[in-house]
Antibody
Framework: QVQLVESGGGVVQPGRSLRLSCVASGFTFSNYAMHWVRQAPGKGLEWVAIISYDERHKYYPDSVKGRLTISRDTSRNTLYLQMDSLRVEDTAVYYC????????????????????WGQGTLVTVSS | EIVLTQSPATLSLSPGERGTLSCRASQTISTYLAWYQQKPGQAPRLLIFDASNRATGIPARFSGSGSGTDFTLTISSLEPEDFAVYYCQHRSSWPPCFGQGTKLEIK
């Protein structure tokens, strides 16, 4: 059974940094692109980062480019999101999600569909 | 940037009724559209991808249709557990984005 478990959220002051983690199990982690998607309280969903299965490609929307950095450690089956220069508007539940439903053999660049999600971790940016 | 507009914002129906949710794209997106279900306090769940393909484990009462700019998610006979918020999402161009959601509530 696919499982994604996020951690690392909390309360942080504007301008500070935070690193989120997501431990994956139940599938071959190295075969799939992975994403972070966030949801501000009471709001909709916003995609914020993708990393390809082989770590060669990383993409972000303009809203977070230069401040958020996605990475992965295949030996630990873990996905990360380094969040720097945090702003009040970054307050959200952050979900890690697997790119799917196909692995890299059919979509090397990722499908940009999200077929499995973690339970999310809340990041609150406040002074 | 392609914008997805979902309608209605809220849909009030009774269990056993048929639910029809719409998603309209500001530009053509072929069939590069997914639907997700989100219940309170839970992560979203993928229901449909490529406009009409059910994801693994999704009941047959959920179906998707459409292409180009107009898409529909249909729930043939609503079960109590289907009352939730539904989001559409496209992957046709940069960046991928979601609609604002339709809340399906019990009448």
């Amino acid at each position: 059974q696919v499982q994604l478990v996020e951690s690392g959220g909390g309360v942080v002051q504007p301008g500070r940094s935070l690193r989120l983690s997501c431990v994956a199990s139940g599938f071959t982690f190295s075969n799939y692109a992975m994403h972070w998607v966030r949801q501000a309280p009471g709001k909709g969903l916003e995609w914020v980062a993708i990393i390809s299965y082989d770590e060669r490609h990383k993409y972000y929307p303009d809203s977070v480019k230069g401040r958020l950095t996605i990475s992965r450690d295949t030996s630990r089956n873990t996905l990360y999101l380094q969040m720097d220069s945090l702003r009040v508007e970054d307050t959200a539940v952050y979900y890690c999600a697997r790119d799917g439903p196909w692995d890299y053999s059919r979509h090397p660049q990722g499908t940009y569909y999200f077929d499995w999600w973690g339970q999310g971790t809340l990041v609150t940016v406040s002074s | 940037e392609i914008v997805l507009t979902q309608s209605p914002a809220t849909l009030s129906l009774s269990p056993g009724e048929r639910g029809t949710l719409s998603c309209r794209a500001s530009q053509t997106i072929s069939t590069y559209l997914a639907w997700y279900q989100q219940k309170p306090g839970q992560a979203p769940r993928l229901l449909i991808f490529d406009a009409s393909n059910r994801a693994t484990g999704i009941p047959a009462r959920f179906s998707g249709s459409g292409s180009g700019t107009d898409f529909t998610l249909t729930i043939s006979s609503l079960e109590p557990e289907d009352f939730a918020v539904y989001y559409c999402q496209h992957r046709s161009s940069w960046p991928p984005c979601f609609g604002q959601g339709t809340k399906l509530e019990i009448k």
